[in-house]
């Protein structure tokens, strides 16, 4: 399933606070940390839609070269096959060289 924001998003932290969070708090989430989260929230939203817009001002709104986002689809296509060879090679490296954090513990 992928995550959407169609129906909204919640920002709220329960036992949160006006005030900042210290050592009596229940929650460490205070109001500001509440808005500072939203406001990086607003923005990772406004880029992908500058994103999208750009690519249908640069390549025109033929749908079928954008996928459902509005990213170009042969692009995706790519960066999805290197990050898959990527994660091959990171997951051979790891069978071939022994876990620091594991030596470390025994």
């Known amino acids: 399933m992928q995550w959407t924001c169609h129906q909204g998003c919640n920002f709220a932290a329960v036992g ?5 969070a210290n050592a009596g708090s229940i929650s460490p989430f ?8 939203f406001l990086l ?4 939203v406004q880029v992908p839609e500058l994103v999208a817009g750009q690519n249908v001002a640069t390549f025109g709104t033929d749908s079928s070269k954008l996928d459902e986002l509005g990213c ?8 999805k096959a290197f990050n898959l060879h990527l994660q091959a090679f990171c997951s051979k ?3 071939q060289y ?4 594991q030596a ?3």
């Open 16 to 20: 949160s606070t006006i005030l900042p």
């Open 30 to 37: 205070g109001f500001s940390v509440q808005v500072s989260q």
């Open 41 to 44: 929230f607003k923005t990772w």
């Open 72 to 79: 170009l689809r042969a692009q995706n296509q790519a960066a």
């Open 93 to 95: 490296l790891q069978g």
């Open 98 to 101: 022994l876990d620091v954090m």
């Open 104 to 106: 470390a513990a025994t």
